[in-house]
């Protein structure tokens, strides 16, 4: 098992820098689209009574101490006053490390208008880094000693959207209140581009178009852009596709309040460990919105 857990760490370190799994959580998750609160919390005064999702996502499926991660995002809104108060939860797993954070926030709207809005959110909270490194080979002074960092981070993000129509929205959603050179671990600064549409192609059918583009400090941006065709706004199947080669399935269905959505992400051109570790990659998404699900 230990033989099996160091493969894979040492391994992950190699690639690292091509595969961006560093900082999982931040860089790779297929369903921005069904999930746009998730990565920019002003989008949240979309939901003017509310909404709460939760996403999982399972990378390099069958290998022990593979990439695994959580996402919970909830936000109760004031749709008098255009109003929204939420919380952003995640957890991140590879191999002997750990990543959580957690942030509050408040997005206030502003109608520019009959139906366009100018959203603004801004927040706080905390981030915490714990590697286990002494776990992979406890004489070996490389991984001697585990790390344990915590530090302060703000959000801030704003958007443009139209009801039922579009969005579009800039977020920089972890931004570090700590620089110091002598830590062992640094925490980057996290930034999204985000924007989606709904194209009615005749009453049954409609298109959903959507981009993310997110930015680590240090890394080049990582650009994903997905099209899914939903009949009678209840069920979507659709692709994405992103910049480093990777493609994805996606399925959605929306029933009342409840939203569900599937993607299956792979990389047909994809050699890395190819006899060792699987590219298959696996996402469930969970959403409900007060007042019903919308494609948007």
Same mark, same amino acid.
């Given at each position: 098992m230990k033989t099996t857990i160091t493969y894979f760490f040492l391994a992950a370190i190699v690639f690292l820098p091509l595969s961006t799994v560093y900082a999982q959580h931040g860089v790779s998750y297929n369903q921005f689209g069904q999930l746009r609160n998730s990565f920019n919390s002003s989008f949240s005064t979309m939901d003017e009574r509310g909404? *709460? #999702? %939760? %996403? =999982?996502?399972? &990378?390099?499926? @069958?290998?022990? =101490?593979?990439?695994? #991660?959580?996402?919970?995002t909830g936000n109760i809104g004031f749709e008098r006053s255009h109003l929204s108060i939420g919380l952003d939860v995640k957890h991140a797993a590879m191999g002997v490390t750990k990543e959580s954070e957690m942030t509050a926030? %408040?997005?206030?709207a502003v109608r520019i208008s009959e139906d366009e809005y100018l959203s603004l959110s801004m927040g706080g909270g905390l981030i915490y880094f714990? @590697?286990? *490194?002494? &776990?992979l080979d406890a004489s070996d002074p490389t991984f001697r000693d585990n790390i344990s960092e915590t530090d302060g981070v703000l959000s801030i993000?704003?958007?443009?959207?139209?009801k039922d129509r579009y969005y579009f929205g800039v977020s920089m959603p972890r931004f570090s209140l700590v620089k110091e050179q002598n830590r062992d671990y640094e925490f980057r600064n996290l930034y999204y581009i985000t924007g989606g549409a709904v194209f009615e192609l005749d009453r049954d059918f409609h298109l959903r178009p959507s981009v993310l583009i997110t930015h680590l400090d240090n890394l080049d941006p990582?650009?994903?852009v997905s099209l899914l065709l939903f009949l009678k706004?209840? *069920? =979507? %199947? @659709?692709m994405g596709v992103q910049n480093q080669g990777d493609l994805s399935a996606l399925m959605h269905l929306y029933f009342g309040n409840f939203g569900v959505g599937y993607s299956y992400q792979f990389n047909? @051109?994809?050699t890395t460990l190819n006899q060792r570790i699987s590219t298959n990659t696996h996402e469930i998404g969970l959403r409900y919105r007060l007042g019903g699900m919308g494609l948007l």
């Open positions: 909404s *709460f #999702s %939760l %996403l =999982g996502r399972s &990378q390099w499926v @069958g290998v022990e =101490g593979s990439p695994r #991660s959580m996402w919970f926030y %408040l997005a206030k714990q @590697g286990n *490194f002494n &776990q993000s704003t958007s443009y959207y139209k990582r650009y994903d706004k209840q *069920f =979507g %199947l @659709g047909a @051109g994809s």
